[in-house]
């Protein structure tokens, strides 16, 4: 167990629709980063937060956005699903900006 | 353009031999260097991590080897054993580039060690 956890760990939604997915880091670590894996890709960096501004975006999708909150939770917010956004997310944490990074379990998403 | 190569999708190795896993990578700005392991349905596992100033890191039955002339590094698991199974994922950071720290990850290999 990592420390981090993820929720929910499945989500069923149809095109067009809007999603939350919620990022608890372990404790004390002010780094979150989103990660999305889609099917025989390899974890691709979405972005980065560190103790509640963005530090680093990635290969990030205008539909999607994030935030981390003062209680260093972090929610990545997915709009105008479509069906190629179905992949698996996770959430790493770290105590600074460059350290060794603590991944979740991860939300599986399916868009129908 | 794939800056972070693992060029074996899979491996096998017998119990009790080494496992061998390679990774190759373009950016000559990547300074720190990352193992991660994964099993499925769970995120990955930090395994063990090596600073672009060192050539060798050790931690138990588990090496890291960085090349920077080739801009590759492996993994070296001795003795393997049934629960190394996995995914095993390089992934690459460039600790000096201002604002951008994230890491940059291989498709993955996977391990299967044959009792």
């Known amino acids: 167990d990592s420390g981090v956890t993820q929720t929910p760990k499945h989500l069923i939604t149809a095109t067009g629709q809007r999603v939350t997915l919620r990022c608890s880091p372990r404790?004390?670590?002010?780094?979150v980063y989103w990660y999305q894996q889609s099917l025989d890709q390899g974890l691709q960096f979405l972005i980065q937060?560190?103790?509640?501004?963005?530090?680093a975006k990635g290969n990030i999708l205008e539909r999607f956005s994030a935030q981390q909150f003062p209680d260093l939770h972090s929610e990545l917010n997915l709009s105008s699903l479509e069906l190629g956004d179905s992949a698996l997310y996770f959430c790493?944490?770290?105590?600074?900006?460059?350290?060794?990074?603590?991944f979740g379990p991860g939300t599986r998403l399916t868009v129908l | 353009d794939q800056q972070v190569k693992q060029n074996s999708p899979s491996l096998s190795v017998q119990e009790g031999r080494i496992s061998i896993l390679n990774c190759d990578y373009t950016?000559?700005?990547?300074?720190?260097f990352l193992w991660y392991k994964k099993y499925p349905a769970e995120g990955p596992t930090f395994l063990i991590s090596?600073?672009?100033?060192?050539d060798k890191n050790e931690d138990g039955r588990f090496t890291v080897f960085l090349n920077k002339s080739a801009k590759h590094l492996s993994l070296h698991i001795v003795p393997s054993q049934p629960g190394d199974s996995a995914v095993y994922f390089c992934?690459?950071?460039?600790?000096?580039?201002?604002?951008?720290?994230?890491?940059?990850f291989g498709k993955g290999t996977k391990l299967s060690v044959i009792p």
């Open positions: 790493a944490s770290s105590p600074h900006e460059y350290n060794e990074q603590f």
């Open positions: 404790s004390g670590d002010l780094s």
């Open positions: 937060y560190y103790n509640g501004e963005e530090r």
């Open positions: 950016n000559s700005m990547f300074d720190y």
């Open positions: 090596i600073s672009s100033i060192k």
């Open positions: 992934a690459a950071s460039a600790l000096k580039r201002a604002g951008s720290y994230q890491l940059t």
